[in-house]
């Protein structure tokens, strides 16, 4: 885990908030140089605290309203088939996330679709089909309370020393 310092977590946050922020104006902002900025924004970029940037698409928008969440239990835990399962699950389109659970089930899949009817082809097609599932319990979600694309940067400050200003 790589200790981030206050000056860290605001660039954190403000690229969360805009990922095309430019450097100049993140440096701006936190009061800082543009080159000390880049290369911390570099830095976090290396060490994989960003990992990515992304357009936050409104799945209303694009026909992908419904949000199912689903069950797997899988015949068995040998590691090869918790493998070909998880190699299966992310090739499925519709599945935008997917969890090794501890508790009553094995995996937690969070899937979206255009409607019930089309959950169940992509039930039918996809997810029935998947190597070593057991079971299958699907919930749907009535409406989302909090959906977050962002993280509070909140890491441990401990020994981090950033004198690049």
């Known amino acids: 885990m790589l200790a981030l310092d206050a000056t860290d977590q605001q660039i954190i946050a403000l690229l969360q908030s805009d990922g095309r ?3 100049a104006a993140i440096a701006e902002r936190i009061h ?4 000390a900025c880049l ?3 570099r830095r976090l970029e290396a060490t994989g605290v960003i990992s990515g940037y992304h357009a936050a698409i409104d799945r209303e928008r694009v026909g992908l309203g419904t949000t199912i969440f689903v069950e797997i239990s899988l015949d068995s835990q040998h590691e090869d088939h918790l493998d070909e399962f998880e190699a299966a699950v992310a090739a499925v389109p519709e599945v935008i996330g997917c969890h ?3 508790g ?21 097609t996809q997810m029935a089909r998947l190597p070593h599932v057991a079971n299958v319990r699907s919930s749907f ?25």
């Open 21 to 23: 922020m430019t450097h």
């Open 32 to 35: 800082l140089s543009a080159s």
């Open 39 to 41: 290369r911390r924004v």
């Open 100 to 102: 090794l659970m501890a």
């Open 104 to 124: 009553d089930f094995d995996y937690l899949v969070h899937v979206v679709a255009a409607d019930v009817s089309d959950y169940e082809r992509i039930h039918r």
């Open 141 to 165: 979600a009535l409406r989302s309370v909090v959906e977050r694309g962002t993280i509070e940067a909140r890491v441990a400050l401990a020994g981090t020393d950033h004198t690049d200003r």
